[in-house]
């Protein structure tokens, strides 16, 4: 990324492009952790669940690797994967039952969710909206952008189209998974992951089509 785009919106969907990896970033960041979740659900077996997603994963980072290409997304689906086979093994050690170890592979998503939810909220409401440092880190001065008004308010619409997905997955999941219904949490992850995900920067890119906010270097 350099400086030599015009535009807020320029920069913001350059770095939308980069954050996702594009389609193969996507399904690289999906697919594993769908099928973790599905096989769970189908045999409430952990391990077979972790050798079926894990399997698929050591695949995908192995073409990475050869390519010689970023592992960034399948890596990241990997530590999703451990982060909930860890509670799920630690609930099952402690002697909780069936229903205790299903719930407990989803906690981890419902507390990265409520605290990204949480800290992206924050930064809108005391001014310094955190889609703003994306422009920041373009610029080379990560807090010249807060000195224009038009800019911080651009930056406050897409932070809180971002923080959308987060907010409507712990209200949707979390009396899901206080009711115990396993299954239906298990349906909610995978429609409401990267399906909203999706459909979210879907809506900050027609928000930035909408408007050309320049970014002034000078600060």
Known sequence: MTST????EQVVRAQLARALGGPRGIIEGAVPTALFTICFLITDEI????IVSVSVTAVLLLIRLLQRSTTQF???ALVGIGIGAAFAYRASRSGGS?????R???TPGLIYNS????????TILVGWPIVGFLVGSVTGDPTAWHADKAMVRLCSRLTWILAIPCVVRVAVQLPLWLDHQIGLLG??????GWPLQLAAFAAMAWLLTRNRTPIKLDG
């Open 104 to 106: 407990a592979v989803f």
């Open 98 to 102: 069936e229903e205790d170890v299903a």
């Open 5 to 8: 785009q015009a535009t807020v």
């Open 187 to 192: 349906a909610s992850k995978i429609i409401l």
């Open 47 to 50: 391990k077979l669940s972790l």
């Open 74 to 76: 399948v890596l990241n």
């Open 115 to 122: 605290v990204y939810a949480v800290v992206i909220i924050v």
